[in-house]
């Protein structure tokens, strides 16, 4: 089993920024990949971006790609997602997960990010 948590999300103004983080615990996950996503209401799950744990290898969907990065602090087994430039249209609950490829076998419960206009 993987544990994953986020913290990090809040309430920020349009234009602002925030970093979400994600722990990583649990069974050794040195060949896994760890993704963040985010839902907004009545809207499908949004992929954002993907590192891939035993390198620094990073994918971004385009619609993030510039604002947002996403990096990883090995020793404290943590993921974070940078998020800047931040829109309204980027509240959303934010996830990560964790697995050797999608679909992603753990997920976390999620961060609530809210960008005021």
């Known amino acids: 089993q993987v544990q994953l948590v986020e913290s990090g999300g809040g309430l920020v103004q349009a234009g602002g920024s925030l970093r979400l983080s994600c722990a990583v615990s649990?069974?050794?996950?040195?060949?896994?990949?760890v993704a963040w996503f985010r839902q907004a209401p009545g809207k499908e799950r949004e992929f954002l971006a993907t590192?891939?744990?035993?390198?620094?290898?990073?994918y971004y969907s385009d619609s993030v790609k510039g604002r947002f990065a996403i990096s990883k602090d090995n020793a404290k087994n943590t993921v974070h997602l940078q998020m800047s430039s931040l829109k309204p249209e980027d509240t959303a609950v934010y996830y990560c997960?964790?697995?050797?490829?999608?679909?992603?076998?753990?997920w976390g419960q999620g961060t609530q990010v809210t960008v005021s206009s």
């Open positions: 590192i891939i744990w035993s390198g620094d290898r990073s």
């Open positions: 649990g069974r050794s996950f040195m060949n896994y990949v």
């Open positions: 997960a964790a697995g050797t490829s999608p679909p992603y076998e753990y």
